[in-house]
Structure formats: C-alpha cells, structure tokens
C-alpha cells in the first residue's frame, strides 16, 4: 500500500505545549502535503513541502523531510484549543505517477484548555 | 469566492437504493477528486476527473460506482444499489491545475452517507 502512517495516532497535550507529529511513507516522492480536518468537516491544507526541502515553516507550523528515511514531521509551537483536530500527511507516487495523493491514517490531536 | 460546495450533507438510504452525490468545486477550477473516508482512517482516493473527462478512476469500484463532470453542473458521484459498507464521508476536492501532485486541493464539507 502506498499509504503513509502518522505517529502517534493520538495526541494530548495541554495548550502552550508544543505538539509533534511524524509521517512515513513507502514511496519516492515528488512533495509531501500536512492537511488538518476538523470533525465532521472536510479537509484543509496547511503546508506543502518538496522532495528538494529539508524544512519549511508557515506560522506556528514547522515541517521537516528527511526523504532517505521516507518520512516527515509536522510541529505546531504554542498550541491553542484550536488546535484541536486530526492531522493527515499526503504523498505522491513518483513511481506510478499516480493522478491523486495518498493519505495517512491521521494523527488525532487534542488541545486541553 | 465559494469554497468546494457538496450536497446533501447527509443522506440516507436503504439498502438497493440508489446514492448521488453533489459537489460544485471552486470557480475556476477545472479538475476534481473524490475520496471515501471510512471512521478513524484516512482518505482514499476513488476517481480524478477533469470537466467532461474520466482521468483516473483506479480507486473506484468496478461496479455500483460511477462519477461524471459535464460540461455544466456539478460533478455526480453515483452509488447504485447500495450496501451496508458504502456507508462513508465522500469528500469531494478541486484544484485550479493538475495533477494533484504539484499543488494542494481544497475540499468540501463531505457527504455523510448512511445505508440502512
């Protein structure tokens, strides 16, 4: 199966804290994708990282890619109750050049106030 | 600018009947995909179509599932017959270019179908 896992499949930590979630994957990739998903909504994209990045941030979220270990994390500084959700890593399929990304199985995040 | 809009949110049904599925994808965008979510796990992937064209449809079911994009309307994902175990949130997602590969999607709110 060419679909990644998250670790851990869930996380609770207390708001401030800052939260880590990892990501491997099988294939070699063009990009890496981190989506949040609210329950019951559909999914939103936060941040999009590249098989030639090591490492990117977009506001409190840090992502890294290490490709030689096929596998990424998502950090989120300062968490808040917002933060609250589950947390989904995407990937490509160089090899089939597949015309859809692949999902993990999500890490489930609580913020506690 | 409407985000990716899907209807019915929820929708029941008995088993043998038929299910259809609505989405209307961002203005401007040309290329949508579906995904199934079952609980607890994660999205997986069923069928990428451009307007008027089948793309890929190797995560869709042989039989009972299809999916269309005309010219004008929204995209149709149909579910004839339905069993016990079509009962899942479609998301349905669009983007301005493709392949997904290069860009991020942005998804609607998903259908919630039940099967009696």
């Known amino acids: 199966s060419q679909q990644g896992e998250e670790d851990p499949q869930a996380l609770s930590i207390q708001e401030g804290e800052n939260a880590t979630m990892n990501c491997s994957y099988k294939?070699?990739?063009?990009?890496l994708q981190w989506y949040r998903q609210n329950s019951g909504r559909g999914l939103v994209h936060l941040i999009l990282i590249r098989s030639n990045e090591r490492e990117k941030h977009s506001g409190r979220l840090r992502v890294t890619l290490d490709t030689s270990k096929k596998s990424s994390s998502l950090l989120i500084t300062a968490s808040r109750a917002a933060d609250t959700a589950s947390y989904f890593c995407?990937?490509?399929?160089?090899?089939?050049?597949?015309?859809?990304?692949?999902f993990g199985t999500g890490t489930r995040l609580t913020v506690i106030p | 600018n409407a985000g990716v809009m899907q209807n019915p949110r929820h929708l029941v049904r008995r088993r043998g009947q038929e299910a259809r599925l609505r989405c209307s994808p961002m203005k401007g965008h040309s290329h949508v995909y579906w995904y199934r979510q079952l609980p607890e796990e994660g999205l997986k992937f069923m069928v990428y179509l451009q307007k008027e064209n089948i793309i890929d449809e190797s995560g869709m079911p042989k039989e009972r599932f299809s999916a269309e994009f005309p010219k004008e309307g929204p995209s149709i994902l149909r579910i004839q017959q339905v069993v016990r175990g079509d009962s899942a949130a479609y998301f349905c997602a669009s983007s301005p270019t493709g392949p997904a590969t290069n860009e991020k999607l942005f998804f609607g709110s998903g259908t919630q179908l039940s099967v009696l």
């Open positions: 995407a990937t490509d399929d160089i090899q089939t050049g597949a015309n859809n990304l692949f």
């Open positions: 294939t070699s990739i063009n990009n």
